[in-house]
């Protein structure tokens, strides 16, 4: 059974930092890009982050590009997105979501072609 599960969330004020992690199991972690997609209650999931099965690619959305790193450590499990620089607007539930996609040429935007999902870590940021 594939799990993921994310931490890291809470309460910073703007310019805050925080790092998001989020722990695979069940999966050869190796061999699945990974996402990390955000959600406002009532909006759909947007797109933040993604990097492809061993790290060599990754992307951002505009929005975020310059103040969140992603980054994976296959070795663990692990993938991590370093948001620096917060903002309110960057308030919201984190997800974390992974594909089966080894040799993937780039990360996916798309959430539709993720299959397995955490349950989300809550980022508040205050002005």
């Known amino acids: 059974q594939v799990q993921l599960s994310e931490s890291g969330g809470g309460s910073v004020q703007a310019g805050g930092s925080l790092r998001l992690s989020c722990a695979a199991s069940?999966?050869?972690?190796?061999?699945?890009?990974v996402g990390w997609f955000r959600q406002v209650s009532g909006n759909e999931r947007e797109f933040v982050a993604g990097?492809?099965?061993?790290?060599?690619?990754?992307n951002y959305a505009d929005s975020v590009k310059g103040r969140f790193t992603l980054s994976r450590d296959n070795a663990k499990n692990m993938a991590y997105l370093q948001m620096n620089s917060l903002k309110p607007e960057d308030t919201a539930v984190y997800l974390c979501?992974?594909?089966?996609?080894?040799?993937?040429?780039?990360?996916?935007?798309?959430?539709?072609?993720?299959?397995?999902w955490g349950q989300g870590t809550q980022v508040t940021v205050s002005s």
């Open positions: 979501a992974s594909r089966f996609a080894p040799n993937s040429a780039r990360p996916s935007i798309n959430s539709s072609q993720y299959r397995y």
């Open positions: 990097i492809t099965w061993n790290g060599d690619l990754t």
């Open positions: 069940g999966i050869g972690f190796e061999n699945y890009a």
